[in-house]
């Protein structure tokens, strides 16, 4: 640890500091319950929702349908308290949740890029959705391949996986009605 | 709108529901004001930092050096209020906030793929960020290109100017001390 470079100075404990969201709109799509819903958005090709952006932030979406796809960050609704070591779907083995996408995190953030199909109003068409209906929306971003895309070398325990997370769906590990 | 497939209710308003996070830790990196740090990871290449992971949650942390790349999710702390309208870096017309990547947001919400180089206890050595000194870690997520990159038809107004991110440098424009 280069403390020359950077004083590394714990000034914020957890409890101290509190950050608060208000959801911009709402996520629509056909998955009902985690049961059944695809956990990656390969699993999700074709998967049509709809975003139900609230009347105050109408605005904010001007210039966005130039943009093929965007990226959705999201609350995970349906999810309470958390774990540091999870299941993933593609394996039985326990893994550091950072290392996963569980949505059972110490903060319940989701982000997912779908394709945008159209915005009238306050209503974005969208495909390819991983996402459970009712999810309340707090971002959306363009999608810029030179600033998310990268050539990563190492996927970890992933690796060798990712197939499985197109045919995989989630079951009710993660809901709170498990 | 195809309302017989969903349902729009707009069953939550923006102040029926607060969406509360705790940060768990704090970036580290050479950029100490807004003036002069990378809008973007491409400008910001072999810039190193530190992320220190407050100790209750280094256990989540497990598995994570297996990957090259990790996605950083944060709050952007000198944010202070939002526009639905802003001019970004790139150019100097303006454009909704939700079709740009500008921190002043109505969730104030930022994300990053940084290189990871090490993990050695609760601190993270990262390559390529582009973020301020002292920001709130919110999450971290593997990079997983299967499920995060996407072939990109259109960028809408980004088309051409992706360049520009390379080079540019913030201004303070989007500071509480500008």
Known sequence: MNTKRYRIVNYMTV?????Q???IGIIHTPFKEPKGTPIQPQGAVGIKG?????????EGLT?????????????????????LKVKPWAENVER????????????????????LVSVSG??????????????????IKPYIPTVDCRQAERIGWVS????KFSNV??????????
């Open 122 to 139: 306050r209503i974005l068409e969208v495909e390819d959705v991983d996402i459970l209906d009712g999810t309340p929306l707090l971002d």
């Open 21 to 23: 969201y208000r959801p």
């Open 63 to 83: 210039d966005l349908k130039g943009f093929s796809h965007i990226i959705l960050l999201y609350h995970f609704h349906q999810c309470q308290g958390f774990a």
């Open 160 to 163: 060798g996986k990712t197939e």
């Open 15 to 19: 409890d101290e500091k509190i950050i």
């Open 169 to 178: 769906r989630a079951d009710n590990r993660f809901s709170n009605k498990s």
């Open 96 to 115: 550091g949740v950072f290392a996963t996408r569980a949505p059972k995190r110490p903060n319940p953030l989701g982000i997912s890029v779908v394709r």
């Open 50 to 58: 709809q975003i139900e952006i609230f009347d105050e932030f109408v």
